[in-house]
């Protein structure tokens, strides 16, 4: 990652400036720019003062500019940075939801408000959606300007590290809302113990699931779920067995959460599961994946669904009081904190052990041998 000024940034918007990390042209790598355009508040939008940013595989993917990250037309430049929370620091014109001081998390699927989906309440799936660090500037960042309709404000008092993890740990609580399945005394079978396959696990332990099943080739992760109170699983052991002896005369459990996007695993989970039971795929594989329909959905009466981001604002609203509450501690899953000029270390980490790595951009950037 380089690190550089940017004057024609600065040309463009006459003004403070702040440090953020650019996505700056179609190729592997992004800067970190030390004095990048400060943003500008206008109607409609909030300015927010970033106090903490979370790193995921989806910038891992625009990191390397994979075919995955191609394939969601980037605005490039763009800062990046989708899960993130902090303070409300200026307020533009027709704004009422949100003041000075009010502490928000962000929504990273920014909403037109006006397409049939939006005004049906399926406003995550809008048909003309922009997506936070990818078509807007993001939060890895020291400040974002946002559409004050991207902002769920926070509770009094909400850790905003844990603020940061709301928009991932909504992805897992609206899997489990797509389910339609009362998690109270239920069997669940988790494929993939990464970030979201923990986080429904976690929620499926506080909301009184009676067995909880995560399957992870990653000892490290398998040492996660099994910290969480849940059976962790590698792909090789005898998932069926074990999910059909814990279920009992169900044979087989009553929900399985699909959060691992690899094609291998989704037979083992389907013959886990009971009779009449319910799947839900929230990882997105890198191809099609066939299935026998006589077999699954019509002989075993097995129910699909798909979840794609949270809905607005119930996903945010029941993630948010499991936090509030102290049923479901986020900051468990927190394994790293770095500074904004560390986002080379924070990528490679997620391929290493570690959970939810976290740039602060309160913390002093590292010198680098290109900065001097």
Known sequence: MTSLRAPEAEATHAGSTMRAVVKARPERGVEFVTAYAEPQVSAGKVKIQIAAASVCGTDRALYEYSPMAQAFNLKIPVVLGHECAGTVIEVGSGVESLKVGDTVALESHVACWDCYPCRTGDAHNCLNMELLGLHLDGGFAERLVVPAGACFKLPEDFPLEQGALLEPAGVAMHAIQRSKIDLSGADVVISGGGPVGLFIAAIAGAMGAANVV????????????????????????????????????????????????????????????????TVVAVGIPGRPIELDVAAYLIKKGLTFAGSFGRSLWGTWEQIAELVASGKLDLSKFVTHRLPLSALDEAIALLSQDSCKVLLIPALPDRPRNDDQ
């Open 214 to 277: 995560v399957v992870e080739p990653n000892a490290y992760r398998r040492g996660l779920i099994e910290a969480l109170g849940a059976t962790a699983l590698a792909p090789e052991d005898d998932v069926v067995g074990t999910c059909r002896k814990l279920s009992g005369d169900k044979v087989g459990f009553d929900v399985a959460f699909e959060a691992s996007g690899v094609p291998a695993a989704l037979p083992a989970l389907l013959e886990a599961l009971r009779r009449e039971a």
